[in-house]
């Protein structure tokens, strides 16, 4: 049951991580800025420039795409999913990080952070999906019974253009 869920970590890294060789994901028409619907647990302000979209993958609430970086576009999702029974945050993170290691996934740092005063765990990492070398940002969180999981995914050579704008965006967002 839990692989189900850093599955989704995995998968959501490869969909926006890889996928991006396609042609960039064109911006739905909603504006920049904040983004907050009833239905999302979360608040997440698009970072200056970035343009949401509507082209969600499976679990996907939130998508801003940012710039080109040479056939990859840079990008931000949130997902947020549905927890088995009462997994902690201590739980969730010791899977993800055996997901990621079976995944050949190489851990840059990681440390504990909080978000909305709810304790979180980030995660900075990279990994080499469909021939290119990405680095991500992951921070999630765990709140009334689901992983609210926010991740930043650049190609690894630019990933420090790009570093600042994941690491002020998973700040800047709220819990509900």
Same mark, same amino acid.
């Given at each position: 049951m839990?692989?189900?869920?850093i599955?989704? &970590?995995?998968?959501?890294a #490869?969909?926006?991580g !890889? ?5 960039? %994901? +064109?911006p739905?028409?909603?504006?920049t800025?904040?983004?907050s ?5 979360f608040? &997440?302000?698009?970072?200056? #420039?970035?343009?949401a !979209?509507d082209?969600?993958?499976?679990? %996907? +609430?939130q998508?801003y ?5 040479g056939g990859?576009q ?11 029974g ?5 739980s969730?993170?010791? %899977?993800t ?9 190489k851990?840059?740092?990681e ?8 304790p979180?765990?980030?995660v ?5 999906m469909?021939g290119r070398?990405?680095?991500f ?6 709140k ?7 991740t930043?995914t ?15 965006s ?7």
């Open positions: 839990y692989k189900v869920l599955a989704s &970590l995995l998968l959501t #490869g969909l926006f !890889s996928g991006c060789s396609r042609p960039a %994901v +064109a739905s028409s909603t504006p800025g904040q983004t619907q009833a239905d999302k647990p608040v &997440l302000p698009a970072p200056s #420039g970035w343009k !979209s082209k969600l993958g499976s679990g %996907v +609430a998508l795409m940012g710039p080109d970086q990859f840079a990008n931000i999702n949130v997902m947020v999913q549905t927890l088995p009462n997994m902690d945050l201590k969730y993170t010791d %899977v990080l055996k997901q990621m290691e079976a995944a050949k996934a851990i840059v740092s440390q504990d952070v909080t978000v909305s005063g709810v979180a765990h980030q900075v990492w990279t990994a080499t469909n070398n990405l680095q940002l992951s921070q999630y969180a765990l009334d019974g689901k992983a609210i999981l926010f930043g650049s190609l690894e050579a630019k990933y420090s253009e790009v570093s600042p704008v994941f690491e002020s998973a700040a800047s967002m709220q819990l509900k």
